[in-house]
Each structure stands twice: as C-alpha cells, then as structure tokens.
C-alpha cells in the first residue's frame, strides 16, 4: 500500500466546534507530518513527528492539537479556529524524518 | 533562518517549448527535493538530490544540484499539457525542509 489516506477531503465548521482530521498510512513510515496550505502558497509546516514522537511543532497556536496513537494514525485536532485558518490540510509521511515526503490528498477546511 | 528561493512564479509555455525553473538557497543544503501540484490535488514527490554537482533525469524532466548545493533546477523539454501544475523544491538544511514558492506553469497548445 503506496497511499495516504486523509478524512475528511472537506469540512466547514464553525468558531466554536471541535473537530478532527485524520491520516493513516499502511507504508510502515516512521515519519508524520502536518502541513498548512493557502492558495497559490507553498505547504507550510505545522507538526512533525517521529516515531510517534512529536519532534518538532512550528510555533502552531494552541486551538491546533496533533495526536498520533500508532505508527499509522496522525490526528489533528481543532478548536476555537478563526476564519482565517481555512486552508488546505496536508498530511505527509517520509521513511524517516529527512527523507522524500509522501502527501495524502488533504482536507478543505472553512472556517465560518 | 534559512530560506529557498524559487523562480519564477509563473512560466506560460507554448507546447513543445522548453523551461527552466530555479531555486537558490541562503544556506548550504543536506539534499534538494522536488514536487509538483497538479491544479486542485497534492504535492506529489519528483525527485531528490543529495550529491553536489548530481544530475538526475527523468524523461522529459532534467533536474540538477550545484556544485555549492545552494541552488538547484529543474528543466522540462518539449513539454506538454500533462506538465501543466505547480514545481515546488524544497531544500533540507538541520532537519528543516524549506519550500520555495513554486513555479506555477500553464501550456498553449
């Protein structure tokens, strides 16, 4: 299984609810990764982890909580958001952290 | 901190012409990866380059890593409407992976 998997591909919610995105990978990769991308900008790095250890967060806000329960499963979890955290949601893995980056399709997040 | 500069932005190509696009790094760089972003899906990984002076080739595509490797290319010959999408490389340095803005192209046939 080459694939990344991510659920949901859309979702609007608004300031006040609590959601979740996942991504699950069946690529044995020890590497996760969380992207945030705006249109026509460059994936902008959010989360990183490493053998399910968080190894690096980018100063991300708090109202954006990662969670990896297994070496296949990374969650993200939202609350609070502002309208301008819609975006698109990337999920990557990699072999291990360094290596070439496999992108999942990614969730549309509104934000009303 | 480090940064990856790419160029240009937008590259408008007659069908069967060639192009280049660039990325220049403000730091020495581990490895150089490239991707590409069809309208509306997913960076999809190209290619990485991890020697100085490496030259890789993938059909159509060409891609190079400088001899200082803080620069890098990617170069399409005779390109078609299936290279339409966005180029985005992206260089290593600590750990860090850097994208450049990526080089938008668009084709007439």
């Known amino acids: 299984d080459t694939e990344v998997t991510q659920t949901p591909k859309h979702l609007v919610m608004g300031m006040t609810n609590k959601k979740s995105l996942k991504c699950e990978q069946h690529?044995?990769?020890?590497?996760m990764y969380w992207y945030k991308q705006k249109a026509k900008k460059p994936p902008e790095l959010m989360f990183v982890y490493s053998y399910e250890k968080l190894s690096i967060n980018e100063s991300v806000p708090s109202r954006f909580s990662p969670e990896c329960p297994n070496s296949s499963l990374l969650n993200l979890h939202l609350h609070a958001l502002q309208p301008e955290d819609s975006a698109l949601y990337l999920c990557?893995?990699?072999?291990?952290?360094?290596?070439?980056?496999?992108f999942g399709p990614g969730t549309r997040l509104t934000v009303t | 901190g480090q940064q990856v500069m790419q160029i240009p932005q937008y590259q408008h190509v007659q069908e069967g012409e060639d192009f280049t696009t660039y990325c220049n790094s403000s730091?020495?760089?581990?490895?150089i990866q490239w991707y590409k972003q069809r309208p509306g899906g997913h960076p999809v990984f190209l290619i990485q380059?991890?020697?100085?002076?490496e030259v890789k080739k993938q059909k159509r595509l060409t891609f190079q890593f400088g001899e200082a490797k803080k620069n890098s290319s990617l170069h399409i010959t005779a390109t078609q409407t299936t290279d339409v999408g966005t180029y985005f490389c992206a260089g290593r340095a600590d750990y860090k992976l850097s994208f450049g803005a990526g080089t938008t192209v668009t084709v007439r046939a």
């Open positions: 690529m044995g990769h020890r590497a």
């Open positions: 380059l991890v020697k100085s002076g």
């Open positions: 730091t020495t760089l581990s490895n």
């Open positions: 990557a893995t990699s072999p291990l952290h360094g290596e070439e980056q496999y």
